[in-house]
């Protein structure tokens, strides 16, 4: 991996070790790694599960309190050093890395469950709970959570929050903003503010909780969220079905929308994805070879109503020429099916350890096309992409190979296929990102996406809340003249 070590921008002030000895104070000499004899303990914080993206931050503190964390900003805004945000360090998008140095803000002790709240189907979180965590605390009370980033079981509500994070139930239920109520959050002043709460309605003054969400991590430091939740549904079906035929699969996403059924989630997998999936866990698949594969799971209250459903699901499948339409009605059935789509990340990492994810989405009538266009960039480039992800919602990971290709070659190549595809998503009506985020690795970009003058609506939203930027900088907005759609940038590296 290749280290940015470059520093860009206003806020570029070293970490002294008076300014450590201070955070010693506020957190506890433990909690605060700083210098050589902390190399090791650095070294996690140095990058997120971005392919290709590392920068040393300067310190990392550990805090368990928004009292701390306002402290930690006071002093950051007085020595103009960043302070960047962090949950566990799985986002997608380097959101996390401190591509500015500065010190890291890691809420990873952060992690109590404060409340589950049966009367107003609320629960108030700290952001390090693991996200996975929330979900079964509240299934046992019979109640649901829905959000379901694949990465659930090792990414923070609070990352959820600042990205807010999708997953395949977004079809039915939505992201994780439609779940957000209230929100304690500590501004780069070093001000903690209370927003929403365990509110079904609220109209006062401007909707700062939406606000917060998905702004990764750019104008305030979230320390508490309530979140809405809703009974725990009693029925669930999921249905594999594998099409020899990769527009059929397509076509058939936007079908079964067509005909009002709203499953829980619809996934997409590609033949190529499966068979790396088999390669990581030294198995078969089933239908290992199709040319390419739905996940659909259906829910409800009601055996009755689901089973119908899965029955007019089923016929439009094999209306589509589906090769076969395998049911689970049981988990342990349910986590066999659910396995390849599980393991795709990893396995795409085995097969090709260099490689460069995407994360556009399109209305979901447009999957067809963004499906084809893609294959023809891969033609155009003979370079292999894989697709998959989540077409019930338009959403597709896309995912370039490095495979054997030469270095100099594949670091020309990156942005070129990028900007093809961000283009082909554009003309498609889509947007470039939907829910990963901008973070660094797309921030050059943005103006490709957004015309100027809601960036510049944008940035001064983040200087109204961050007039310093000491706050996570260098994230979503481009780097003034150092941005350019066509430069590949430092991220374009190899591992
Ligand atoms: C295998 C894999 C599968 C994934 N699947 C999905 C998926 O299905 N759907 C999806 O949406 N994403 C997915 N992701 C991406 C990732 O898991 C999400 O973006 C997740 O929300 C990141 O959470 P985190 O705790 O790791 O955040 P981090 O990576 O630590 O941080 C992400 C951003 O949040 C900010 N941040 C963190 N905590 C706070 C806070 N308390 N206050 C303010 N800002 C904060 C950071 O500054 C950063 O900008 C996947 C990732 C992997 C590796």
């Known amino acids: 991996m290749r280290s940015l070590d470059h520093a860009i921008g206003t806020v570029d002030k070293r970490v002294t070790?008076?300014?450590?000895?201070?955070?010693?104070?506020?957190?506890?000499?433990?909690?605060?790694?700083?210098?050589?004899?902390?190399?090791?303990?650095?070294?996690?914080?140095?990058?997120?599960?971005?392919?290709?993206?590392?920068?040393?931050?300067?310190?990392?503190?550990?805090?368990?309190?928004?009292?701390?964390i306002s402290k930690i900003l006071r002093l950051a805004q007085r020595e103009q050093i960043p302070v960047v945000p962090r949950g566990a360090g799985h986002?997608?998008?380097?959101?996390?890395?401190?591509?500015?140095?500065?010190?890291?803000?890691?809420?990873?002790?952060?992690?109590?469950?404060?409340?589950?709240?049966?009367?107003?189907?609320?629960?108030?979180?700290?952001?390090?709970?693991?996200?996975?965590?929330?979900?079964?605390?509240?299934?046992?009370?019979?109640?649901?959570?829905?959000?379901?980033?694949?990465?659930?079981?090792?990414?923070?509500?609070g990352g959820n929050i600042a990205e807010?994070?999708?997953?395949?139930?977004?079809?039915?239920?939505?992201?994780?903003?439609?779940?957000?109520?209230?929100?304690?959050?500590?501004?780069?002043?070093?001000?903690?503010?209370?927003?929403?709460?365990?509110?079904?309605?609220?109209?006062?003054?401007?909707?700062?909780?939406?606000?917060?969400?998905?702004?990764?991590?750019?104008?305030?430091?979230?320390?508490?969220?309530?979140?809405r939740l809703i009974p725990l549904p009693r029925?669930?079906?999921?249905?594999?079905?594998?099409?020899?035929?990769?527009?059929?699969?397509?076509?058939?996403?936007?079908?079964?929308?067509?005909?009002?059924?709203i499953p829980?989630?619809?996934?997409f997998m590609e033949r190529d994805s499966v068979l790396a999936v088999e390669k990581l866990l030294k198995k078969e698949m089933p239908?290992?070879?199709?040319?390419?594969?739905?996940?659909?799971?259906?829910?409800?209250?009601?055996?009755?109503?689901?089973?119908?459903?899965?029955?007019?699901?089923?016929?439009?499948?094999?209306?589509?020429?589906?090769?076969?339409v395998l049911v689970a009605r049981d988990s342990r059935n349910r986590d066999r099916l659910w396995e390849a789509r599980r393991s795709i990340i990893d396995a795409l990492n085995h097969a090709s350890p260099v490689n460069h994810m995407e994360d556009v989405v399109v209305p979901r009538a447009e999957l067809p096309a963004l499906l084809e266009g893609i294959r023809s960039i891969a033609a155009q480039h003979e370079v292999r992409i894989i697709s998959f992800g989540h077409a019930g919602d338009g959403n597709v990971h896309v995912n370039v190979l490095k495979d054997q290709i030469a270095d100099a070659r594949w670091d020309a190549l990156v942005p070129v296929v990028a900007e093809q595809v961000y283009q082909l998503t554009l003309s498609l009506g889509g947007m470039i990102t939907g829910e990963h985020g901008i973070g660094f690795l797309r921030s050059r970009y943005l103006p490709m996406a957004l015309e100027d003058a809601q960036i510049q609506v944008m940035q001064r939203i983040r200087a109204a809340f961050d007039p310093e930027g000491i706050l996570n900088p260098g994230k979503i907005f481009p780097l003034g003249a150092e941005a350019s759609a066509t430069d590949p940038g430092p991220l374009c590296t190899r591992s």
Do not use: W
């Not at 010693?24 to 210098?35: E, K, L």
């Not at 591509?99 to 409340?115: A, C, D, F, K």
């Open 164 to 227: 807010n994070a999708g997953g395949p139930r977004a079809v039915k239920y939505g992201v994780t903003r439609h779940f957000v109520c209230g929100l304690e959050a500590v501004l780069p002043s070093g001000q903690i503010i209370t927003c929403g709460g365990k509110l079904v309605k609220n109209v006062t003054g401007y909707d700062l909780v939406q606000l917060l969400v998905g702004s990764e991590g750019t104008l305030a430091i979230v320390t508490r969220i309530i979140l």
């Open 287 to 324: 239908y290992r070879d199709a040319a390419a594969q739905l996940l659909i799971k259906l829910d409800g209250n009601h055996r009755e109503s689901v089973e119908a459903d899965l029955h007019l699901v089923g016929e439009l499948c094999l209306g589509h020429q589906a090769r076969d």
């Open 91 to 157: 986002g997608l998008s380097g959101g996390a890395v401190a591509v500015h140095g500065g010190i890291v803000l890691s809420t990873e002790r952060m992690n109590r469950i404060l409340e589950i709240d049966e009367e107003n189907l609320m629960v108030v979180v700290e952001p390090g709970v693991i996200t996975g965590d929330i979900h079964r605390a509240v299934e046992q009370r019979g109640l649901f959570y829905p959000p379901d980033p694949a990465s659930l079981d090792s990414c923070t509500i």
């Open 264 to 267: 829980t989630t619809i996934e």
């Open 235 to 261: 029925v669930q079906i999921d249905l594999l079905v594998p099409f020899d035929d990769f527009e059929a699969a397509a076509d058939t996403v936007s079908d079964i929308i067509a005909h009002r059924i």
């Open 17 to 68: 070790l008076q300014i450590v000895d201070t955070l010693r104070d506020i957190a506890g000499p433990g909690n605060v790694f700083f210098g050589p004899a902390d190399a090791e303990r650095l070294e996690p914080y140095a990058h997120d599960e971005t392919v290709g993206l590392r920068a040393e931050p300067e310190a990392v503190v550990r805090v368990t309190s928004a009292d701390q």
